[in-house]
Structure formats: structure tokens, C-alpha cells
């Protein structure tokens, strides 16, 4: 079980961050400064999303992105932003983002590091114009040597063997959620003094949750298994003896997050409602496996609606998985269901 990492509300993620180094033997201080330097690219982000509906009324807002360019659709600048970001971090030796078919390699002049990161700029942008909560997820992994850098083979990785893993939430307030191996911490930003302060130690998701998130337009493309284990939510068989609340944002992040906090389960199962997704929608390797690893860090659960999500080993960068994700004992029901063991 994770550490309990006690640290006073309040703490600023940079003290949260020191603290842990004093209590991480092997803690080499380059991860919080990695950590750092995506909280500045959140930030940046966290300014253009908040201004995303004005652009229309005001017209550009005159705003440069940091390579001097007009700001363009907000998950290409998300995207920019963290690529630049990261190439320069000197803590990188190849990244891979949602938007970017390929591995990206940190230039020879630049300086390297031995982390490479997979990540999701900005999960959930089709939303960003009806000002619905949206998210970037990140995965980091120990590179597997130099010569490894930009090989495919040091991306397809299990998820059992991230270093950290976490999201920022774009809504009501800007979120971090993180964990490094040493449970699940959420820290809120304060515009006012631009600091990630925490205000979710040690997240710990209910074992047992109230809702279930799904699209339940493609009930129709359901295959049996399918259609049980999200019908056991919408019965009077469960725990609770009644049918959960139903609760859907449209964007994993917002979903996730909600359900971490109040316990629940979010399915995205694989569904012939659109062939090339057939495998399921969401990307393993970006946003699964990082997800997974802080549901798991929380008490909570993830599979593919047959196995454990961390313990998958990618085969292609961009490869998509059915997901449940949540409450333990609802992932275990659903995916108990989903293999026929239940009803
Ligand atoms: P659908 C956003 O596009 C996303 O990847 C997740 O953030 C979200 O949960 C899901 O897809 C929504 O997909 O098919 O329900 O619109």
C-alpha cells in the first residue's frame, strides 16, 4: 500500500513535491522538476482555455504562443506548449503525444534526461466551445537506455511500469491530479498567487460507488456481455438495491475525476458503432494506463473488461482499449459480468 503522505492543505505542490524528495530515499529531485515545468505548461493552458469564448467576441487576443505564433485551435497549442516545454526541460529523451502520429525525439542540441512521457494535450477539446470541463493526461516512464531513446519499443510499455502519472482538470477551477507510486494528491490552482495549492491529500476513490458513466446511445451496438454488465448498474441487483445516478460529461477527465472523488465506475467498452473503434475509443497508452495507475494508487480499479489495464503491453503507439475504470468493487462486478462469471 502506498505511503500515507501527510502534508497540511494548503501546502503548495512545489513544498508537496520537496517534502516528498526528503521522504523518497530514491527521490533524485528530477522528477519535481519535470513535474514543474508540465504545471507551467497547465498554466498556460489553463489562461487560453479560460479565454477560448471570448475569442469570438474579442477576435484573437492578440496573444503570441510561445513559438510567436497567432494562437491557433486549442489543442494544437495545448499540444506546442507541452512539446516545447518538454524538448526543453533537459529531463526528456523522446516524447509522444495523442496529436502526433510518431515519437518526438529532444534534439541532439538540446539537453536529455532519462524520463520519456506519453500524454494527451487536451482530452476532451471537442467540448471546449460549450465551456465544458477538459483535460490533458500524462504518463511517465523511466527511458529504457540512451541508445533506447527514440525506439518505439521504449513507448510500448506495460503501465505497471510508470513512474507517475496525472491530469490536469480545465473546469470550474484548474486541477492537478498526480500520483507518484506514493498514493493520489490533488492540489487546485489559486489565480490569485498562480499556485497548485493541495487540496486533495491522499484521494482514496469509495470502494463502492453511486454512479455509472457510459454513452448509452451506442447500447445498441452492445454485444450481450456488454449490455449485462451496464444493466447490473441500471437494476435493483446492485448494492445500493436500486438503479445508480447516471452521469455523463463527455470528457474522460471531468468523468474520471468526478467519480474518483464521489466513487463510481466509467465504461467505455469496445462497440461496432464505428469500425475503427472497434477496440474501444480511448488510448492505452495516454489515457488508460495513466488513469489506471492513479485508480489503483486510489484503492480503485481499471480493466479492459478482461484484464487488469496496467498489466497490458502496448503494440502500437495509438493503440485503443475498452476501459472500466472507478470503484473497486464495481470494476470487479462489471468485468466479473463481462467474462459471464456474474449476472
Ligand atoms: P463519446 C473525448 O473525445 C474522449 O476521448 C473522452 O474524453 C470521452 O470520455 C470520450 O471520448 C467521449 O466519447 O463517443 O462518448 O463522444
Same mark, same amino acid.
Given at each position: 500500500?502506498?505511503?500515507?503522505?501527510?502534508?497540511?492543505?494548503?501546502?503548495?505542490?512545489?513544498?508537496?513535491?520537496?517534502?516528498?524528495?526528503?521522504?523518497?530515499?530514491?527521490?533524485?529531485?528530477?522528477?519535481?522538476?519535470?513535474?514543474?515545468?508540465?504545471?507551467?505548461?497547465?498554466?498556460?493552458?489553463? =489562461?487560453?482555455?479560460?479565454?477560448?469564448?471570448?475569442?469570438?467576441?474579442?477576435?484573437?487576443?492578440?496573444?503570441?504562443?510561445?513559438?510567436?505564433?497567432?494562437?491557433?485551435?486549442?489543442?494544437?497549442?495545448?499540444?506546442?506548449?507541452?512539446?516545447? *516545454?518538454?524538448?526543453?526541460?533537459?529531463?526528456?529523451?523522446?516524447?509522444?503525444?495523442?496529436?502526433?502520429?510518431?515519437?518526438?525525439?529532444?534534439?541532439?542540441?538540446?539537453?536529455?534526461?532519462?524520463?520519456?512521457?506519453?500524454?494527451?494535450?487536451?482530452?476532451?477539446?471537442?467540448?471546449?466551445?460549450?465551456?465544458?470541463?477538459?483535460?490533458?493526461?500524462?504518463?511517465?516512464?523511466?527511458?529504457?537506455?540512451?541508445?533506447?531513446?527514440?525506439?518505439?519499443?521504449?513507448?510500448? =510499455?506495460?503501465?505497471?511500469?510508470?513512474?507517475?502519472?496525472?491530469?490536469?482538470?480545465?473546469?470550474?477551477?484548474?486541477?492537478?491530479?498526480?500520483?507518484?507510486?506514493?498514493?493520489?494528491?490533488?492540489?487546485?490552482?489559486?489565480?490569485?498567487?498562480?499556485?497548485?495549492?493541495?487540496?486533495?491529500?491522499?484521494?482514496?476513490?469509495?470502494?463502492?460507488?453511486?454512479?455509472?458513466?457510459?454513452?448509452?446511445?451506442?447500447?445498441?451496438?452492445?454485444?450481450?456481455?456488454?449490455?449485462?454488465?451496464?444493466?447490473?448498474?441500471?437494476?435493483? *441487483?446492485?448494492?445500493?438495491?436500486?438503479?445508480?445516478?447516471? =452521469?455523463?460529461?463527455?470528457?474522460?477527465?471531468?468523468?474520471?475525476?468526478?467519480?474518483?472523488?464521489?466513487?463510481?465506475?466509467?465504461?467505455?467498452?469496445?462497440?461496432?458503432?464505428?469500425?475503427?473503434?472497434?477496440?474501444?475509443?480511448?488510448?492505452?497508452?495516454?489515457?488508460?494506463?495513466?488513469?489506471?495507475?492513479?485508480?489503483?494508487?486510489?484503492?480503485?480499479?481499471?480493466?479492459?473488461?478482461?484484464?487488469?489495464?496496467?498489466?497490458?503491453?502496448?503494440?502500437?503507439?495509438?493503440?485503443?482499449?475498452?476501459?472500466?475504470?472507478?470503484?473497486?468493487?464495481?470494476?470487479?462486478?462489471?468485468?466479473?459480468?463481462?467474462?459471464?462469471?456474474?449476472?
Amino acid at each position: 500500500m502506498a505511503n500515507k503522505i501527510k502534508h497540511k492543505m494548503g501546502t503548495t505542490i512545489t513544498e508537496h513535491l520537496l517534502l516528498c524528495e526528503d521522504e523518497c530515499p530514491t527521490a533524485t529531485g528530477q522528477f519535481t522538476r519535470l513535474l514543474s515545468e508540465l504545471i507551467i505548461g497547465a498554466k498556460l493552458i489553463s =489562461r487560453e482555455v479560460n479565454k477560448a469564448g471570448l475569442v469570438d467576441i474579442l477576435g484573437l487576443t492578440g496573444d503570441v504562443n510561445v513559438q510567436g505564433e497567432k494562437v491557433r485551435k486549442l489543442d494544437d497549442f495545448a499540444d506546442q506548449v507541452f512539446i516545447w *516545454r518538454m524538448q526543453r526541460s533537459g529531463l526528456l529523451c523522446a516524447l509522444s503525444s495523442e496529436e502526433n502520429e510518431s515519437v518526438i525525439e529532444v534534439p541532439e542540441n538540446l539537453p536529455r534526461g532519462n524520463y520519456i512521457i506519453i500524454f494527451d494535450p487536451l482530452d476532451g477539446s471537442s467540448n471546449i466551445d460549450a465551456n465544458v470541463s477538459i483535460g490533458t493526461i500524462f504518463s511517465i516512464h523511466h527511458s529504457l537506455g540512451t541508445s533506447e531513446c527514440g525506439s518505439i519499443e521504449n513507448f510500448l =510499455r506495460r503501465g505497471s511500469e510508470q513512474v507517475a502519472a496525472g491530469y490536469f482538470l480545465y473546469g470550474s477551477s484548474t486541477i492537478l491530479v498526480y500520483t507518484a507510486g506514493q498514493g493520489v494528491h490533488g492540489f487546485t490552482l489559486d489565480p490569485s498567487v498562480g499556485e497548485f495549492l493541495l487540496s486533495h491529500p491522499n484521494i482514496q476513490i469509495p470502494p463502492q460507488g453511486k454512479i455509472y458513466s457510459v454513452n448509452e446511445s451506442y447500447s445498441l451496438y452492445w454485444n450481450e456481455q456488454t449490455t449485462a454488465a451496464i444493466n447490473y448498474f441500471k437494476s435493483d *441487483r446492485n448494492h445500493l438495491g436500486k438503479p445508480y445516478t447516471s =452521469r455523463y460529461v463527455g470528457s474522460l477527465v471531468a468523468d474520471f475525476h468526478r467519480n474518483l472523488l464521489y466513487g463510481g465506475i466509467y465504461m467505455y467498452p469496445a462497440d461496432s458503432h464505428d469500425p475503427r473503434l472497434s477496440h474501444g475509443k480511448l488510448r492505452l497508452l495516454c489515457e488508460a494506463a495513466p488513469m489506471a495507475f492513479i485508480a489503483e494508487q486510489g484503492g480503485g480499479a481499471a480493466t479492459n473488461g478482461a484484464q487488469r489495464i496496467l498489466d497490458i503491453k502496448a503494440k502500437d503507439l495509438h493503440e485503443r482499449t475498452p476501459l472500466f475504470i472507478g470503484s473497486r468493487a464495481d470494476v470487479e462486478m462489471a468485468t466479473a459480468i463481462m467474462q459471464g462469471k456474474n449476472s
